[in-house]
Every structure is written in structure tokens, then in C-alpha cells.
């Protein structure tokens, strides 16, 4: 029995295009919002290789912001991409190997390009309801 070993590079050329965000497309101060089946993450770039990540596993664990790393994205199994922070439908690990659901949207709001220094930053749960209300009442 001959084993075939696929790389994450040759499945996503096989797959054509998808939605991915490059770590170097990214600079200091861009924020990446990342939407997994199971939660809502906010994404600061900081210095290269860090970031500053709320939501998710690390709001539930008290731990939001935390400076970490971003080590890739993959499909859940060993191989990874490691040049990416985001893409739709892999899963992001971070630098302390925590690993998100599968994505399912990912937007980038750019730091400097658009004048947005100054704003205040938003909780994950302040970005979810707005994105989706509060959950309450009406439409």
C-alpha cells in the first residue's frame, strides 16, 4: 500500500480560490475579525509575529487581550499553512496551540489606511451585538 501525503499548499491550489488573510498582508494596528462556528474573535496586529487576541476561548478563560502568536491554519489535523492568520473554513491556531472551530467569515478593518487611529477598541460581545443585535425582542 503506497501512503499519499497531500499538503495543505497542494489542497488549497486543488481547491482554486478561497478567502484567506496573509500574514503579510497585514501591518501594525490592522484588526482581523474572525466569525467560527463556535465564537467571535478580534484580531490586533502588533510587532511582527504578535497579536493581540479577545473573544472566544480566551474570553472565557479571562485571558482577553492576550499577546500571542499566530501559528497557521489548518483543517484540524497536522498539516498546516503557516502563512496565514484567517481563511474560511480552516481552523486558526495560535501561538499557545489553542485551536478555533472552522471559520466561517473573516474581515479585515485596516489600522492606519483609513484614519482609524484614535477609535476605542470593542469587547467581542460589544461587536457581536452589533453585528447581530442583542438577540432580544423584534427583527
Not at 35 to 49: K, P
Not at 65 to 93: F, M
Not at 111 to 139: E, K
Request: charged fraction near 25%.
Amino acid at each position: 500500500m503506497i501512503a499519499r501525503v497531500r499538503t495543505v499548499d497542494a489542497i488549497l491550489h486543488q481547491m482554486g480560490h478561497f478567502e484567506a488573510i496573509r500574514k503579510g498582508d497585514l501591518c501594525r494596528g490592522d484588526q482581523v475579525l474572525v466569525s467560527t462556528e463556535n465564537s467571535l474573535y478580534t484580531i490586533q496586529v502588533e510587532d511582527e509575529g504578535t497579536y493581540s487576541i479577545s473573544g472566544g476561548w480566551f474570553d472565557r478563560n479571562g485571558l482577553s487581550p492576550a499577546t500571542t502568536s499566530i501559528t497557521g491554519c489548518t483543517w484540524g489535523g497536522t498539516a498546516i499553512k503557516r502563512d496565514l492568520v484567517a481563511a474560511r473554513g480552516l481552523r486558526l491556531e495560535f501561538g499557545n496551540r489553542v485551536v478555533t472551530s472552522p471559520i466561517r467569515e473573516v474581515r479585515v478593518i485596516r489600522g492606519d489606511a483609513r484614519g482609524l487611529r484614535g477609535l476605542q477598541p470593542l469587547s467581542s460581545a460589544d461587536l457581536f451585538r452589533a453585528c447581530y443585535g442583542s438577540g432580544r425582542g423584534g427583527s
